[in-house]
């Protein structure tokens, strides 16, 4: 990566209408990233913004930084086992990432879902194709409690991102992977091959 070490990845993007000014790592994902990895930190810092648009942006900020736990920590927690986490940081090292392009964020979809299309772009290393390609996809969110949290707390429930690629084995009668109580078939199964 070249980019200059104070911006923060998720603020990059090669679109040239962008003009807003970018924010430094510290004051975006960094405070996300640290307060899920450590514990201790206040969370407090970062809940102003939290919703599945802000989720996005810290995990493709945390491919970018490789930081792969912080990738598995985000996925629902019934799918994180199921994670390769060498794999991840293998693909997220390899990859020449040049920037984030959020290009819609429905926040609200049913009872505890939402839905963000987005643009992550990378250089290609076939020399002899257009040098900027994107992954162009449509991810998924639901909102999970915490139930070692406070229920007065901003942070009593956290969004979590549904990974499509892994494989579970649940039936659509069974109740959700997300502990939501209903259906799959009612629940994130909507969402989920
Ligand atoms: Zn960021
Ligand atoms: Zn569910």
């Not at 990566?1 to 004051?27: E, K, R």
């Not at 959020?102 to 979809?109: D, G, Q, S």
């Not at 939402?114 to 996809?137: I, P, R, W």
């Amino acid at each position: 990566m070249s980019i200059p070490v104070q911006t923060c990845p998720c603020q990059i993007n090669p679109s040239p209408d962008f003009t807003s000014s970018a924010l430094a790592y510290q004051d975006c994902c960094q405070p996300y990233h640290d307060g899920l990895l450590n514990k201790e930190t206040d969370k407090a810092d970062c809940k102003n913004e939290y919703s599945a648009e802000r989720l996005m942006r810290t995990r493709y900020s945390a491919f970018v930084l490789v930081i792969p736990e912080y990738i598995v920590k985000t996925t629902l927690p019934a799918q994180q086992s199921l994670l390769d986490i060498k794999a991840i940081e293998a693909w997220a090292k390899e990859t020449d990432w040049a920037g984030l392009e959020i290009v819609a964020h429905t926040p609200k979809l049913g009872k505890r879902h939402a839905q963000v299309e987005f643009k992550a772009y990378f250089n290609s290393s076939d020399s002899t194709a257009d040098n900027l390609q994107a992954h162009h996809e449509l991810s998924a969110f639901v909102r999970v409690a915490d139930k070692t949290t406070d229920k007065k707390s901003e942070h009593y429930e956290n969004w979590y991102f549904l990974d499509p690629t892994v494989a579970m084995s649940v039936t659509q009668k069974q109740p959700c992977i997300c502990g939501s109580g209903e259906k799959f078939k009612r629940c994130c199964g909507v969402y989920l091959p």
